[in-house]
């Protein structure tokens, strides 16, 4: 199902080619995220300092992703995020970052 991002929700489109994924930060996406990754608000301030790790970055993608195809496995998914290059994943991370700070 292809579904427009909601940017009032903080909701981003990541895009692999032909293929995108629709990433939500809900409440739950972001627990897991910080599960795995720590406090978000550290991870906030690494992204900023430019710090943060290409693995930080696939795993809150990760966790944010919604209503993703039931064959995407988190290696896949990696793959992808990092051929997709930073300059295509950063205005991405920035949404979802920005998501975080504001907590709408």
């Known amino acids: 199902m292809s579904r427009a991002a909601n940017p009032l929700r903080g909701e981003a489109m990541l895009q692999f080619g032909d293929h995108a994924i629709l990433l939500r930060p809900s409440f739950a996406?972001?627990?897991a995220a910080?599960?795995?990754?720590g406090p978000l608000f550290a991870l906030v301030e690494r992204a900023?300092?430019?710090?943060?790790?290409?693995?930080?970055m696939v795993a809150l993608f990760w966790h944010c992703r919604?209503?993703?195809?039931?064959?995407?496995?988190?290696?896949?998914?990696?793959?992808?995020?990092?051929?997709?290059?930073i300059a295509a994943n950063t205005p991405v991370l920035k949404i979802l970052l920005g998501q975080?700070?504001?907590?709408?």
Request: no cysteine.
């Open 48 to 56: 900023a300092s430019g710090q943060l790790k290409l693995s930080e």
């Open 29 to 31: 996406a972001l627990v």
């Open 66 to 85: 919604f209503d993703a195809p039931d064959d995407l496995d988190r290696a896949g998914f990696a793959e992808a995020v990092a051929a997709n290059g």
């Open 100 to 104: 975080i700070l504001s907590g709408q």
């Open 34 to 37: 910080e599960e795995e990754l």
